[in-house]
């Protein structure tokens, strides 16, 4: 088949065009998985029927954008609520300057579409709570790129939502296989989750480090680094001094505000004989960066669309279940099995166990709640049922909610009419599925 | 120009946190030359491009088929029928208006190299010229659901290799006089709550230590039990209230937590004796490398001033205690900004003086000779037969094929069957070439026709991340490069290093 110097005809493909792929599709080998069977149907599943779903359309977006389009995945949808920023164009590479100020979705889809003919992806410019069963559903795979815990988590709970149980054994249609990249520096992962079958997010919830904050006591009397001056700036001197109006919160994008707080940390740091004060330091403790290159997102992309690719067409035996790569000193990766927590809060399936004495108070549960390093929720919001009403014990995120039900904290179980055995029901931002929790007295 | 520079450095931010404004700077000095504009190239440069690099040149005699871009990203099909240097130089440039790209089309390079088709005598002439430029080579190659990597280069120095989790440099075995002194400053027993809580606990443990030393010997601890013995002596100096609780005392916390590290022996790693008893730290010339000389300097000084010990790091972890204890300690470790830019060279080096690396690679010659083929390294990592290493073979095997027949197994459908037998008579006279008594499984022969030559992209992706970084860590000179051969299997999604 001829082609003609300039356009090929949209969504036409030309002679070879999937030569590298067809050779694993068309032929059988000893290393496929038992249901797989050699022919053109299954590059034909690819192009035409396979629905798969990218979260976040940044450093790893973008690349798994582009490694899904030139391995046959032609019906792709991107959901990313961000604007593209000048930082990252050094790995963002479906982005220019001239993008800045863009929805990263948007731009990356026109990019894509443009560059690999017969692509079609449909870009989401909202965030993934946006979204409910009826549009995950769809898919056959979805692949995270995301650069929060709990996004991943809600991700995680909405696919656990989907899953439809019979006789307490999952029915495996309803399984959407997530795959899960994330990356820090010359650091990444890539997982395969099967959700109801395998290690979900909330299982291995250990293995994410806790975010480090910095003691108030050191940072409002004893700093010795120059991060506690920078802290000291954003969380004391920024909203009593207010700088720049009334309620104006401080905005890590804008470079005046940074530049507020370089200036005032530096004359704390001067006050206490402390060196290290710089703009570059100022910015990445007031926006938590993450250092970022682009071979690391690279790296960890590939690896998932690999997987993506070996679900889709079973040519190859799937990740089981969790890849993790550094290439710091040389290049080493190890590859494990991440096990199921069999009391999961989040795939389990049995309610979790909540031992207090019945004259604890409501506080030392969301105390729990919050500082478990297994369940680690951020705004938890407790109810329950009372002589057979529906009763908040607890909301933070309604202001007059949580006036009113505030008095609640400071009671005991008891108090609250809490018998032994009493389910609790607890929603937050971590999931989207509230999480029943079982009240075991303990005394 | 002052404009241009402040977006640079917004652009580059998120990686000048890793290797710094030097290590920029490296970066846009460098000029990379790529070999085939193959998906693996192109993802390797855009991984070079994105970051800054100053320069790149594609070399690359081969037209664009329809082939080349259904899995290469930096392919259009308006290129298709055109040299495809030119083609990807075009996509590639556009990534970054920082770097410049060029390219050369000819089949003959500059220096009148002719590029052979056969991808192996390639290699190997290019490698031999580059050996003797000493110009670093890195070989790389997807093949299938394989990525293979192999870095040439005869000596490779890093002074900032990052270690992840080196020890602190406390000396409290040995404190140098200015410490010493500093934790004579300090009374533990006459300081009020406040002092006492906020004191550093590196100096609780040096007090300790002393009384320690009193009671044993002037022996540090050095068993578990004689740890966890210290260890109780550090809480029975935890002030107590007026009933006899134990008050809150974090930095006590913190010196108890610490014992098992804080106390082992200040000593110089076996790595950073190899450097100092190099020949290159003997005989100083004019020619000599500065990291050779910097080393040579600090050995002397080791064996002179530092009693066998390196330069003090100069660095401590950040610890509970008031600000005005923990900075004076601090500059007693020495920590203070450098002056000039010649004091900064050295400074970094005795900074990192602990963990200075030295990387060199065996030549391709050295690996592909009978005489010097690393027999034991490939025999016993086949003592498991699924190891990487039969990767390798496979990899050897098929360049074998290729000379034989001027083909790759398995490229037509036709003779796939045939070209498996044809494969395996490969594999077994390379083997018997080399003397290896290994076993090959046919699994891996018939996978390596299957898969008739072709470069997925996504292993060519994987392969393109890699890659890159260890470019980058040659011209920057920070992090460790691997040494010499990367083998990544994305059927298994394992991976493994070896020194060929």
Not at chain 1, 429 to 443: A, D, I, R, Y
Not at chain 2, 11 to 24: A, F, I, M, T
Not at chain 2, 111 to 132: F, H, K, P
Request: charged share 20%; with cysteine.
């Amino acid at each position: 088949m001829a082609v003609d110097e300039g356009h090929v005809a949209c969504g036409g493909d030309w002679d070879g065009r999937w030569n590298h792929l067809k050779k694993f599709l068309e032929r059988s080998g000893p290393f496929t998985l038992p249901d797989f069977e050699p022919g053109t149907e299954t590059l034909q599943f690819l192009l035409e029927t396979c629905k798969i779903l990218v979260i976040g359309a940044g450093g790893l977006g973008c690349e798994l954008l582009k490694n899904l389009a030139l391995s046959g995945f032609r019906n792709i949808h991107v959901v990313d609520m961000d604007t593209i920023d000048i930082s990252n164009l050094n790995r963002q590479f479906l982005f220019r300057s001239k993008d800045v100020g863009r929805p990263k979705a948007e731009v990356a889809a026109e990019f894509v579409n443009s560059r690999v003919p017969g692509c079609n992806v449909t870009p989401h410019c909202q965030k993934i709570q946006d979204f409910d069963e009826s549009f995950y559903r769809k898919f056959h795979i979805i692949v995270c790129g995301l650069d929060s815990v709990i996004a991943r988590r809600w991700m995680n709970g909405m696919l656990i939502s989907l899953l439809n149980y019979e006789n307490g054994v999952v029915d495996q249609s309803t399984i959407i296989p997530l795959i899960d990249g994330g990356t820090e520096g010359f650091k990444g992962n890539a997982r395969v989750i099967l959700p109801g079958m395998t290690a979900c997010i909330d299982c291995t919830l250990e293995l994410y480090p806790p975010q480090i904050n910095f003691p108030m006591c050191t940072i409002a009397s004893m700093p010795r680094l120059p991060e506690h001056c920078i802290e000291f700036a954003r969380i004391l001197q920024w909203p009593k001094e207010e700088p720049f109006g009334d309620g104006v919160s401080l905005d890590g994008d804008n470079p005046e505000h940074i530049q507020w707080v370089f200036m005032k940390a530096q004359e704390r740091a001067s006050e206490f004989n402390i060196t290290g004060v710089t703009y570059r330091l100022t910015q990445g403790v007031v926006k938590r960066v993450i250092p970022a290159v682009a071979s690391t997102n690279a790296v960890i992309a590939a690896a998932c669309a690999t997987e993506a690719f070996k679900i889709a067409t079973s040519a190859y035996v799937t990740l089981n279940n969790y890849l993790v790569f550094s290439d710091v000193d040389g290049l080493y990766t190890y590859t494990f099995e991440a096990e199921r927590k069999e009391n999961c809060s989040a795939c389990s399936q049995v309610p979790q166990d909540l031992q207090f004495s019945s004259s604890a108070k409501l506080q030392d549960v969301l105390q729990y709640l919050t500082e478990s390093t297994s369940l680690q929720m951020k705004s938890p919001a407790i109810t329950t049922t009372l002589q057979g009403k529906n009763k908040t014990l607890y909301l933070q995120t309604v202001a007059s909610i949580e006036e009113r039900t505030r008095p609640n904290l400071c009671k005991t179980l008891k108090e609250l009419g809490l018998a032994d055995g009493q389910e609790l029901a607890v929603a937050d931002v971590t999931t989207p599925q509230t999480v029943l929790f079982k009240l075991n007295f303990t005394s | 120009m002052a404009a241009n520079k402040a977006a640079k450095e917004q652009k580059y931010d998120r990686q000048l946190r890793l290797w710094g404004d030097h290590g920029q700077e490296a970066l846009e000095n460098a000029h990379v030359c790529l070999v085939n504009a193959t998906a693996t190239g192109t993802e390797i440069l855009k991984n070079l491009v994105l970051p800054g690099i100053g320069a790149f040149t594609i070399v690359d005699g081969h037209k664009v088929s329809g082939e080349d871009v259904g899995n290469n990203f930096f392919l259009s099909t308006n290129s298709i029928g055109k040299n495809r240097a030119q083609a990807a130089t075009e996509l590639l440039q556009e990534l970054n208006s920082d770097v410049s790209g060029n390219f050369v089309e000819e089949v003959r390079a500059a220096g009148s190299y002719e590029m052979s088709q056969i991808w192996l005598d390639t290699c190997l002439r290019l490698g031999a010229v580059l050996w003797n430029a000493e110009v670093p080579f890195l070989v790389c190659r997807t093949y299938g659901l394989v990525g293979c990597m192999r870095l040439v280069v005869r000596e490779h120095t890093v002074v900032e290799s990052h270690p992840d989790n080196a020890l602190e440099d406390l000396r409290l075995d040995q404190p140098f006089t200015e410490l010493k002194n500093h934790i004579d400053s300090y009374d533990l027993d006459s300081m009020e709550k406040k002092d006492h809580s906020h004191t550093p606990w590196i100096i609780i443990v040096a007090k300790f230590l002393e009384k320690w030393y009193s009671e044993h010997n002037f022996q540090m601890p050095k068993n578990y039990k004689e740890k966890e013995a210290f260890r109780e002596l550090l809480r029975q100096g935890i002030l107590k209230n007026e009933n006899g609780a134990p008050e809150d005392e974090e930095n006590f916390d913190e010196a108890i937590k610490n014992v098992n590290t804080a106390l082992n022996a200040t000593k110089i790693s076996s790595t950073v004796e190899d450097i100092f008893s190099c020949d290159l730290c003997d005989n100083i010339t004019a020619q000599t490398p500065a990291f050779w000389v910097m080393a040579r300097a600090v050995r002397d000084f080791v064996r002179d001033d530092g009693n066998g010990i390196l330069p003090v790091r100069g660095t401590i972890p950040d610890m509970i205690a008031d600000s005005e204890k923990f900075i004076k300690l601090q500059n007693v470790y020495g920590f203070s900004p450098p002056e000039s830019i010649s004091e900064q060279e050295i400074k970094m080096f005795c900074k990192n003086a602990a963990f200075l690396r030295v990387v060199r690679c065996r030549s391709l010659e050295e690996e592909y000779s009978i005489e010097s083929v690393n027999k034991d390294e490939i025999t016993s990592c086949m003592d498991n037969p699924d190891s990487e290493m039969v990767l390798y073979l496979m990899l050897r095997s098929i360049d074998r094929f290729y000379q034989q027949h001027s083909h790759y197994p398995g490229v037509y459908d036709y003779q796939v069957e045939e070209d498996i037998s044809r494969l395996k008579v490969c594999v077994n006279s390379l083997l018997q070439e080399y003397g290896l008594s290994v076993s090959v499984k046919d699994d891996y022969i018939h996978e390596f026709c299957r898969c008739g030559s072709a470069e997925p992209h996504t292993v060519a992706a994987f392969l393109g991340g890699c890659a890159a970084q260890e470019a980058i860590k040659i011209i920057t000179q920070q992090f460790v490069p691997f040494n010499n051969t990367f083998i990544y299997n994305a059927m298994t999604q394992t991976s493994a290093t070896f020194q060929l």
